[in-house]
């Protein structure tokens, strides 16, 4: 059977392997603790699931505008211009089946084949697959680890740019490491942006996904609004990863052309789940805050059992719902060098099911330590402390 060339420059989510190597441990009568797959176990919230059932029940079953129906392109408008200090309009918003479509339509709308594409590594892997698959070259840079953060590695972002580079993406509050730039930081790399008239991808999938603080966007530096597209989701805040529900938002010379593209993907998001995620937005906000709750405390629980493992340094993020602990010490211990072989030994000798740094974008030249992230979305607390005290003793050993 012949394959089109092009699909074999298009990736895929490893994280799912994972997910299928547990439930194939579990289905041996194992206990698996869940965190390799940043899914969530906690229910949507009553106002979305109703307000999406009274929309079946009024028959909003059908073909909707490609762009998204109108109310809830206003309302995503009115909550983004609220959080980002921004003059955004429904003009300005184009509603997807999720956060991840946007990755490859702003791609298809703004990259031309051969140009260059700076993107995070370790990062979401759908990046490094679209780039790809659409004819770029992913150029990555990496992070830096600091006392309580991973920072940008500027000197990478610097020395990754040609004149061939036009593109920017940008995950503030990222997955995996839960990296937050300072104040200083964007305002470094804004001025970076401007000076190679770059285009950027603000994937702001965690932004209300936040514990302590306030979430700041990369937008509101100057000048930034008219270059960038936004990733935004209803997946996390609204616990609706099943759903299919998101949103492009940026200048409208770009949202016009992602709108295009919808025509050809899929038409229109389903019209009915927009009114769900319209409710979640414009109703009662106590299961949201409920749903942030929960995590905080997993968060907790998780940070503290793994900073309690001798030759574990966890960083706990003020946001997202990953851990991205150094494991460097006690990998080195065991005697284990490859990150699989750590990976299936902790699965079957305890239950603790991770993923690894190589689950995020190929391994970079001469990276220092090693790394596993822990999506403590879908696990509760009391199976957070079980799972660590196995997986402290384990290690320990």
Known sequence: ??????????????????????????????????????????????TVVEGAFQAIQDGKTGYCPNAGIPQLREAIAADVAAS???????????????????????????????????????????????????????????????????????EAIERGITDKTTILILNDLQNPNGAELSPDQRGRLAQIVRDNDLYVLCDEAYFDMRYEGTSTSFVEEPGMAERSVVLYTFSKKFAMTGWRLGASIGPKEII??????????????????????????????????DILKKLQARRDAAGAGLNAIDGIRCIVPNATFYLFPNVTEVMQRKGLTDYEDFRKAALHATGVSFTTRLHFGRALPNEPNQYIRFAYSGIDVADIEESM????????A
């Not at 005290?389 to 320990?396: G, I, Q, R, T």
Request: hydrophobic share 40%; charged share 20%; aromatic share 12%.
């Open 389 to 396: 005290a196995l997986f402290k003793d384990w290690c320990e």
């Open 256 to 289: 016009d052309v992602i709108a295009k593209i919808n025509v050809n993907d899929e038409s229109c998001t389903s019209h009915f789940i927009q009114w769900g995620g319209l409710a979640g937005l414009t109703g009662d906000q106590t299961e949201v805050h």
């Open 1 to 46: 059977m012949r394959i089109a060339d092009r699909i074999t420059r298009l990736g895929t989510e490893t994280a799912f392997a994972v997910g299928g190597e547990a439930a194939a441990f579990a289905a041996e009568g194992n206990k698996v603790y869940p965190f390799h797959l940043g899914d969530m176990n906690i229910p949507t919230p009553a």
């Open 84 to 154: 980002h200090n921004t003059a955004y309009t429904m003009e300005n918003v184009v509603v997807q089946p999720g956060g991840k479509p946007t990755i490859g339509k702003f791609l298809a709308a703004v990259m031309n084949p051969g140009d260059e594409v700076l993107y995070p590594n370790p990062g979401y892997p759908i990046y490094e697959s679209q780039i790809e698959y659409l004819g770029g070259v992913a150029v990555p840079y990496g992070y830096i680890e600091v006392e309580d953060n991973f920072d940008l590695d500027f």
